[in-house]
């Protein structure tokens, strides 16, 4: 299989409709595909195609048009430090470099991304080999070194296949785009949108008024947010946002608060939610909260069900998921242990690492998490972030969960301190106004859970430290600890 | 005249534009035909002639046998009708899941 065939389905059935739109720049699917093989014709035997801009129409032109010249699609975080992106360049070498920042290395052919799409044409059939590999993303890193994800074409494709029908979107959809390219849902929104004939509104750098702003202009029916971008356009709305053409926010990529859901659902009530559970390893979305389950919850006097807004919701037809104990048990409802998934989707594979997946193909997501009586997932953070205290397991979320809901206490995160008596103890960064005192604090997990989960060190800070697609910095935390 | 075929296996009509890629299928030989006529991998030089009542197919949908026990996609539509082991396979119902990208 070869994810190219999703372009080219897309340009032969439905050439004419509008693909991209990124500032004044307007492409049909046409289009896209002679600028996917114009990329195509510039790559060089043994050169990887490597992406290291903002999203811009030659992001997705080059994730397909790596595909039909049958090389690797990388793709960098611009943000990176330049000793940082250093490190990464030299692990992708050779590659054609398709990028407007001013960077040279050994290996490395550079064309802009408005060149690129330009000139010659690769003309034939894209490569069709077994097990080839489509793309290759650096995971966040936010515990330790990056590991580059292996996804193959057959991974992408059965996700496609899995979770999208063929030219389903009706002529006036379009979504829009402010997921990074180098985000498993930066590439997924791609290969999705051009699957079901939906135009692609590309904003390359958020902030909410911009996004505000470009979904009225271009009547955006549907969008994908991280946590933090749905909190800043709530914030921003000052109470009402005018967005009539806005039929569905997916989320994901990191936690959800409950007040900013709550919030999002207030403001947008014609706006149907999904929350979207997906790691890079898994070729993105593998759970889903769908709009039902959302007002359902948010209905709900019934804490079972109330709870949902919290879910992760349950697992998509093509995925199997099980939770399991230590011992390897599989969990009953909610019992907490390690999350699993299986599915063709699944890669678990990393560069230099191999597969990951035991000789069943299951693959250890590293989430810690239950599942209720009626199968929704709740997740309740990575295993690697569990506070061990005296031997007892502590997760830093259910402690987070008690403080947020303090009506003053704006954002808050639980992690590990070093300790004499007990190994590990609780700390607790905050984000609150002095008039909280920590004995106000500590006794609001002590009422709500036991005397073991009440903070040992309280510290106030002014903002939590995030990345830029809103994944929270915990080992930055830790390390302002250690000082 | 049988072949064992596996996902991802793109085979084209030599009577009409019809391609279909394999996404599930049974390790078995199987004929496949369509518009009457043997189907091939690549595309064939010329188009022969179309045999039978054909009503198309449709680039996009799914198509499965009445056990369900193999799923083609349509890559390019066309005028043939597709039979397996002499039997037309139809187009598989879509499971709806909300937009999550």
Known sequence: MNIHLLLQMASEAMGHREAIVCGDRRMSFEELGEAAKAVAAKVQPGEKVAYLAEGHPAFPAALFGAALAGTPFVSLNYR???????????????????????????????????TVMQGELLLGEAPDEDGAVAVELFTSGTTGEPKSAVLRHSN????????????????DEAALLTVPPYHIAGIAAVLSSTYAGRRMVMLPSFTAEGWV???????????????????????ASNGSLNLPSLRNIAYGGGKMPRATIEAAMTLLPHVNFTNAYGLTETSATICMLGPDAHREAFASDDPAIKRRLGSAGIPIPSIELQVRNEEGDVCGAEETGLVYVRGDQVSGEYKGLGSQLDSDGWFLTKDRGFVDADGYLFIDGRADDVIVRGGENISPGEIEDVLRSHAEVKDVAAIAVADTEWGEAVGVAIVCPASVDDAELCELVRANLRSSRVPSVIKRMDELPYNETGKLLRRVIRDSFAQ | MGQIYKPGTKLSSTVCKTQIMALRV?????????????????????????GGENAGTLVGKRYTDADE???????RGGEGTIAIEGYVIDIKAAKKLPSSD
């Not at chain 1, 330049?82 to 052919?109: K, N, Y």
């Not at chain 1, 992408?156 to 002529?171: K, N, P, Q, R």
Request: aromatic share 6%.
């Open chain 1, 80 to 114: 990176l430090s330049r000793e940082q992106l250093d490190a990464q360049i030299a692990r992708v070498t050779p590659a054609q470099f398709i990028t407007d920042t001013d960077v040279t290395g050994e290996g490395m052919t550079v064309s802009l991304p408005e």
């Open chain 2, 26 to 50: 049974p390790n078995e030989e199987l004929d496949i035909t369509c518009g009457g006529a043997p189907m091939q991998v690549g595309d064939p030089a010329e188009l022969g002639t179309m």
């Open chain 1, 213 to 235: 702003a470009l979904a009225q202009k271009e009547s955006v029916t549907n969008a994908f947010l991280v946590p933090t971008m749905l909190q800043r356009i709530v914030d």
């Open chain 1, 156 to 171: 992408l494709m059965a996700y496609i296949f899995g979770t999208v029908e063929f030219m389903s979107a009706g002529e």
């Open chain 2, 69 to 75: 026990t193999m799923e083609f996609l349509c890559t």
